[in-house]
DNA sequence: CCTTAGCACTCAACCCTGACGAGTGCTAAA
DNA sequence: TTTAGCACTCGTCAGGGTTGAGTGCTAAGG
């Protein structure tokens, strides 16, 4: 990001206003209904002011006789620098709360609930990943015969995630026999990561061939599965983006709903994100998403435990209320990390 | 449905060249394109047939200049007598099949890939239900210690499904106990469903408490599962109701996508419909809900073996090419049914 | 009796026009 | 430096005329 241009007090003070004004109304702002906020001065100065932040870009103006609505970087100077977030309100928690009250078991139920939650808390696209902890770790593990050349591994790692995959057998093998390698093997990777096991199978003798062969398997599976993780994308609520006027244009409604469906794109952008720093917001072509250019999203991670975190987020209008879906994200977050936490035991 | 109006053999040749046109442009279709199509009679005969079908209520005219446009009983009559179905083409088998050349191992992944083969070979919004089979059996069982008060159920069923579930303990308990009741259950539970093993707990002494609380616990879940079965509906391709002029008002969208994304109102839908007969079509008002006034709905089910079958069709425009449609939606049934087959050994 | 050419009629869609008004930029005075 | 005043721009909206697709009806012809 470019330094911004600095602004005086009052052309912020009118930058702040037009943002606000154009978030309610979804309409051009134009002098005379900034002077009745701004009482201060009359619609002459202010229309003065408004022509100098259109010559250095923190606002745009549809055509010569419209008023003016702020453009990208007139978003980011106001998320920047002039935006005073608002505190989540009781009515939005009392919305909020009630999905996590329900205790499931699984990650993936409390993820779905958590997409649901935002949607709603945010009115836009929600967005969720699934926890990544680099080098999951084992919990438990567990051996079914499927036929002749084929057995079931299933995976029970931290935070009660389960995971399933089919495994090659070189000869016929008796259930009664994976049970007995399953049982031995348990004893040896419980509370490993994929790299914790990588040394194992060395360790084990040509006596037990079939079991080195399994346990390659399954590290070979923990690596897909630790690379695989923030591909899954939970979204929910593009009903919501509907009853935006500017989505009125089915055109872009449509780029934007291909992007959504299509994971892919979504997961390139999520782990684009710079997240360490709180939250991150992208506004419109800062994402770098053609079909997005009339979009903004709000990031953030939840985390649980002092490893695993997630991403989780919305994409909604450039002309949301960032003052309050920031709050509102960070809120859920931390209820998702709560509940994530809660159940990794 | 009532009893349809009986047509004579030129009205019925109209009916279907209006529905054949309108399917095709979009646009109410008048009486001089139809003389070209139809080139045995002159635009004036054609007009007095069209005068009665709207009379009997297979057309509607928009308004009085215009041409005629299938009503949804048009439509019904169209699809119960005189669609001729077509094949499947070269290039959509071509462009269905790599979707099920991957051979991955979970029923749950395999339903992703064919909701997304079907939007694509369809070009509408796909529906896919999990299979049901009524009183699924266990195929292996695992228990893991989660806390003092918690155990997780591993359940590994028929099909390669797999759930988890936490149970509770009524007092602290060792890993290793625990896997010994495992096993003992492993022998006893394996083959049988939740009524199946209904009896079960009673043959239990009060020297295993536990065990017979956790079998308890195992039958209340299964029995869960059984009912919950086809609430999971997996859906794509909404993006492909965007292009279509139909759906370029954004109120209809919107009706339409809240019924999508609120998935209990399709699970509603999907269990009405009655699907021994080969595939059931639903046309616009025929679904009686509201929303889905201008959308036809065209399901399937899939058989994976003997006895498992799940749902699958698609939600598109009423203005839909039954014709191709209907053929595509049992073609990629065949295929999810044959995927779902192999997964289950 | 059925078919069809001809014709008057209807009505949405389109384009043009002028009035309106929101909003601007510029200028000159305070 | 601020602000009142004013000319100007340009999108929006309503009215009105034209166009053209499509109809229903009628009367003539097979």
Not at 33 to 57: D, F, M
């Amino acid at each position: 990001m470019q330094h911004p241009v600095p602004l005086d007090q009052r052309k912020q003070q009118i930058l702040k206003a037009v943002v606000a004004d154009y978030t309610r109304t979804g309409v051009p702002v134009g002098s005379a209904s900034l002077a009745v906020h701004l009482a201060t001065w009359s619609s002459a100065t202010i229309r003065n002011e408004l022509a100098t932040l259109s010559e250095v870009g923190y606002l745009i103006q549809p055509h010569t006789s419209a008023g003016r609505v702020p453009s990208d970087l007139g978003y980011r100077y106001y998320v920047d620098f002039l935006m005073d977030e608002e505190d989540v309100p009781q009515a939005v928690r009392r919305q909020v709360d009630p999905f996590f009250a329900m205790l499931p078991t699984g990650v993936e139920d409390i993820l779905e609930i958590a997409a649901t939650a935002l949607a709603q808390a945010a009115d836009a696209v929600s967005l969720v990943t699934a926890p990544r902890a680099l080098g999951v770790r084992v919990k438990h593990l567990d051996l079914v015969k499927l036929n002749d050349v084929q057995a079931l591994l299933v995976l029970v790692l931290e935070g009660n995630l389960v995971r399933q995959q089919a495994l090659r057998l070189t000869s016929p093998t008796d259930q009664s026999v994976l049970s007995g390698i399953a049982a031995g093997l348990n004893a040896v990777v419980v509370g490993l990561n994929a790299a914790g096991m990588s040394r194992l199978p060395e360790s084990i003798g040509d006596h037990a061939a079939l079991e080195r062969d399994l346990l390659t398997q399954i590290i070979a599976f923990m690596t897909v599965c630790d690379a695989q993780q923030d591909t899954l994308i939970l979204h929910d609520g593009v009903r919501n983006l509907l009853h935006q006027p500017e989505f009125g244009d089915v055109e872009l409604l449509q780029q934007v709903i291909e992007v959504v469906e299509e994971e892919r794109m979504l997961a390139a952008l999520i782990s684009a994100a710079d997240l360490d720093h709180g939250i991150q917001i992208m506004i419109g072509r800062e994402s770098g998403m053609a079909g997005l250019s009339r979009c903004s999203l709000v990031l953030t991670t939840y985390r649980a435990g002092a490893e695993r975190r997630g991403t989780i987020g919305v994409l909604g209008s450039t002309r949301m209320a960032y003052a309050q879906v920031g709050p509102r994200v960070r809120y859920v977050a931390q209820r998702v990390g709560r509940a994530v936490g809660r159940a990794l035991s």
